[in-house]
């Protein structure tokens, strides 16, 4: 199947730093690309839609200013979460919508991201 | 955002046995749905899925039921084995994807 890659897989950073995200799609390419947060135990919750080219939609309660995601090609969706603070501590994963009328989800490995 | 829920939070079944995982969803418009296992510290993977005019898929040991009159999904894992311990979610699109809150799947050897 198709192959999303995220890096990094994981990072630690100071309180108030900005944290940035990769997403690839390897081998196709994602016209729509969508960024997940997850808590330990608990399911994916949708932050946000991103569209190549396009501002994304984020999903209500959402900080855009926050969550900074940029799509500036078929292959790439980034995320960077600015002004890092120990509440953003999560693991977060992208996903890319394949080509078709499937929209099958491919999914990135997930990013930790820890806040000190 | 929409509401697609899972009935229990965690299963154990013995090894071999058969599992059956539920899911209700509340958006009637979805049209397509895809279960998915997670492993611990990694990403989501596909399973299965289904569209909203079939109610009954079938693959490599896994069927997904669609019970659209009361918004219903089932994953059915035939000889369950230790590999298939992990979390499950189901999620449903309607323009976007949504996750059901997940099971915890556990095989009892």
């Known amino acids: 199947g198709a192959v999303v890659s995220q890096h990094p897989s994981r990072v630690i950073c100071k309180s108030g730093t900005s944290v940035k995200i990769e997403c690839r799609s390897l081998d196709f390419q994602a016209t729509t690309m969508f960024w997940y947060r997850q808590f330990p135990k608990k399911s994916l919750m949708l932050m946000a839609t991103?569209?190549?080219?396009?501002?994304?939609?984020?999903e209500q309660g959402v900080e855009k200013d926050k969550f900074l995601i940029n799509h500036a090609s078929l292959t790439l969706s980034t995320l960077t979460v600015t002004s890092a603070h120990p509440e953003d501590s999560s693991f977060y994963i992208c996903?890319?919508?394949?080509?078709?009328?499937?929209?099958?989800?491919?999914f990135g490995e997930g990013s930790r991201l820890t806040v000190l | 955002g929409e509401s697609v829920g899972l009935h229990l939070p965690t299963l154990s079944v013995q090894e071999g046995d058969n599992s059956i995982i539920n899911c209700a969803y509340s958006n009637s418009a979805s049209d397509y749905f895809i279960w998915y296992k997670q492993e611990s510290g990694k990403g989501p993977q596909f399973i299965i899925d289904?569209?909203?005019?079939?109610d009954k898929r079938q693959g490599q040991r896994v069927t997904v039921l669609l019970n659209k009159t009361v918004k219903h999904l089932s994953l059915q894992i035939a000889a369950t084995q230790p590999g298939d311990s992990a979390v499950y979610f189901c999620a449903e699109r309607s323009n976007q994807f949504y996750f059901g809150t997940g099971t915890s799947l556990t095989v009892i050897p």
């Open positions: 991103s569209n190549e080219g396009s501002k994304a939609t984020y």
């Open positions: 289904i569209r909203s005019n079939m």
């Open positions: 996903s890319a919508r394949g080509q078709g009328s499937s929209g099958e989800l491919f």
